[in-house]
Nanobody, 123 residues
Framework: QVQLVESGGGLVQAGGSLRLSCAAS????????MGWYRQAPGKLRELVVT???????NYADSVKDRFTISRDNAKNTVYLQMNSLKFDDTAVYYC?????????????????WGQGTLVTVSS
């Protein structure tokens, strides 16, 4: 089973910065993609950004040019640098990882989620 541990959330004033981290551990062979999603009060969970093992990223329009995702494949860790934070960025941020459990047929895949970390931006 794959576990994801997030850290780095907290309270910040509008215009400030925060850095989230997410480390994957457990039984896994490879991680194809990692990413961040968020869920604001009363809203559905939405994509923030994803990154593949090759470094291809997909950002939500609302965070482009403000947030930057990076990944350390050797450590199975992904980071989210959030700059110029806005009140509307307030949400619980969830880490996600998808990949292969092992390479022995039949292939087994995983789709794991972290417990979430709260980011609160005060106006």
């Amino acid at each position: 089973q794959v576990q994801l541990v997030e850290s780095g959330g907290g309270l910040v004033q509008a215009g400030g910065s925060l850095r989230l981290s997410c480390a994957a551990s457990g039984r896994l062979f490879s991680i194809n993609a990692m990413g961040w999603y968020r869920q604001a009060p009363g809203k559905l969970r939405e994509l923030v950004v994803t990154i593949t093992s090759g470094g291809t990223t997909n950002y939500a329009d609302s965070v482009k040019d403000r947030f930057t995702i990076s990944r350390d494949n050797a450590k199975n860790t992904v980071y989210l640098q959030m700059n110029s934070l806005k009140f509307d960025d307030t949400a619980v941020y969830y880490c996600n990882a998808r990949g292969l459990v092992d390479r022995v047929p039949p292939l087994k895949y995983f789709d794991a989620w972290g417990q979430g970390t709260l980011v609160t931006v005060s106006s």
